[in-house]
């Protein structure tokens, strides 16, 4: 099994510009996850899929953010436009039901200059 | 709303001794896992072990041990002959039975000392 895979590694980006950050699940994992990662809030939980549908997205930060999960096997995090504020590192994780385990992805970390 | 709280933001210790971290949480379900999560300095996030709570006997993988006090909503990670590989930042996690989502603390910060 290949783990949860994410994409890009880094991210660079100057301020108001598109960022999109993508993930893989595990495959038959039917729960998918996007947090986020900075030194001063520690790791917060954005949004959360299960079986493609987004359960809580109370943590989504504001409008400038979205998450989509077009099928079992792929889910995007937009910001849109960016700010330096943004600047974290941003993990996926997902889990086959719900009292397991998360399995992260190696996150990104995202730089808005 | 589920609180879980990690008093020691860093901790060291030499190598091949033994250190526990502590880990309180605040809950008012009765059933529900707990999860002590590893962040190496390459930076994925890795399960050590896992209880639950309906489990008295206390949950062991290795030389990571747990000592789990239902009671006193308290949820402590011990290491034993540590290794240079476990300096890392561990984050203790709650997931109620119900809930898809996990609480995580803040982390600690262990640092192991040739």
């Known amino acids: 099994d290949a783990g949860v895979i994410q994409s890009p590694r880094h991210e660079v980006t100057e301020m108001g510009q598109e960022v999109t950050l993508r993930c893989k699940p595990i495959s038959g994992h039917d729960y998918l996850f996007w947090y986020r990662q900075t030194m001063m809030r520690g790791l917060e939980l954005l949004i959360y899929f299960n079986n493609n549908v987004p359960i809580d997205d109370s943590g989504m930060p504001e409008d400038r953010f979205s998450a989509k999960m077009p099928n079992a096997s792929f889910s995007t995090l937009k910001i849109q436009p960016s700010e330096p504020r943004d600047s974290a590192v941003y993990f996926c994780a997902s889990s086959r039901g719900r009292p397991v385990a998360l399995h992260f992805g190696n996150g990104t970390r995202l730089t808005v200059t | 709303a589920q609180t879980v709280t990690q008093s020691q933001p860093e901790m060291s210790v030499q190598e091949a001794e033994t250190v526990t971290l502590s880990c309180t949480y605040d809950?008012?379900?009765?059933?529900?896992?707990l999860f002590w999560y590893k962040q190496p300095p390459s930076r994925q996030m890795i399960l050590v072990i896992r209880?639950?709570?309906?489990?008295?006997q206390n949950a062991t993988e290795n030389r990571f041990s747990v000592n789990f006090q239902k009671a006193a909503k308290s949820f402590s990670l011990k290491i034993s002959d540590s290794q240079l590989g476990d300096t890392a930042m561990y984050f203790c996690a709650f997931k109620g039975t119900n809930a898809g989502k996990s609480t995580f603390g803040d982390g600690t910060t262990l640092t192991v000392k040739p």
């Open positions: 809950t008012s379900e009765n059933n529900y896992y």
């Open positions: 209880q639950e709570a309906y489990k008295q």
